[in-house]
């Protein structure tokens, strides 16, 4: 599975929104790109995921770049409840196998 | 949404004793599941996958003679911890993937904290 490479950590306005850049500039052309998130001493929460289209959920947007290299994580109007780390995972569709290998994340601190 | 639960939520054991963790797809049937171990202030690594009804694959430096995990329904799946020593004590996570056609996301566990005295 292609490495991705995040900046360690970021901080947010309560309310503005929050972009979450990722870069993954090795990904195969079947590996989609996934974010996660770790809320303190839980498991990761699934957030979106998407192969070459934007994709929007209730959630958050995920803008992936024409020539996929890179992705970016939208969260339109961040909470203190968004303080989480946050994981840029690109893994083969699973019916082809593929694990989550998790990297270091995003330490994504929102402040009031 | 799928729910994943796992069980115990903490455990607090002695060094030499073996620990089991349970973890179950709650309204959604898995044929592969996940563990993870979480070291404080790092990422999760993941240890093994589980398939229904087949022996576990294990990552590259996990003791599978240590860690033993079985996976007997499309629901459940179990770690044994066996002669557990402090350096252990970990956040034990596991995921589950549900089957081909429905979702393709894989969804987690609220983990397991092992301390080893």
């Known amino acids: 599975d292609a490495k991705t490479t995040q900046p360690p950590s970021m901080d947010c306005a309560e309310g503005r929104a929050a972009n979450l850049p990722c870069n993954h500039s090795?990904?195969?052309?079947?590996?989609?790109v996934y974010w996660y998130r770790q809320i303190h001493s839980q498991g990761p929460q699934y957030i979106i995921h998407g192969l070459k289209n934007n994709e929007t959920n209730e959630m958050a947007s995920l803008i992936i770049t024409e020539d996929r290299k890179s992705s970016t994580l939208i969260l339109p109007h961040a909470t203190l409840r968004d303080t989480a780390v946050y994981y840029c995972?690109?893994?083969?569709?699973?019916?082809?196998?593929?694990?989550?290998?998790f990297g270091q994340g995003t330490e994504l601190s929102v402040k009031p | 949404g799928a729910v994943v639960s796992q069980h115990p939520s903490w455990v607090i054991c002695k060094s030499g004793t073996s620990v089991k963790i349970e973890c179950r797809s709650l309204?959604?049937?898995?044929?592969?599941m996940f563990w993870y171990r979480q070291f404080p202030k790092q990422s999760l690594m993941l240890m093994a996958t589980s398939n229904e009804g087949s022996k576990a694959t294990y990552e590259q430096g996990v003791e599978k003679d240590k860690f033993l995990i079985n996976h007997a329904s499309l629901t459940l799946s179990t770690l044994t911890v066996t002669s557990a020593h402090p350096e252990d004590s970990s956040f034990y996570i596991c995921?589950?993937?549900?089957?081909?056609?429905?979702?393709?996301?894989?969804?987690f566990g609220p983990g397991t904290r092992l301390t080893v005295l």
């Open positions: 090795t990904i195969s052309g079947n590996e989609y």
């Open positions: 995921s589950a993937q549900p089957l081909a056609g429905t979702y393709n996301e894989q969804f």
């Open positions: 309204d959604f049937q898995a044929t592969t």
């Open positions: 995972i690109v893994r083969a569709d699973y019916n082809q196998g593929g694990k989550l290998i």
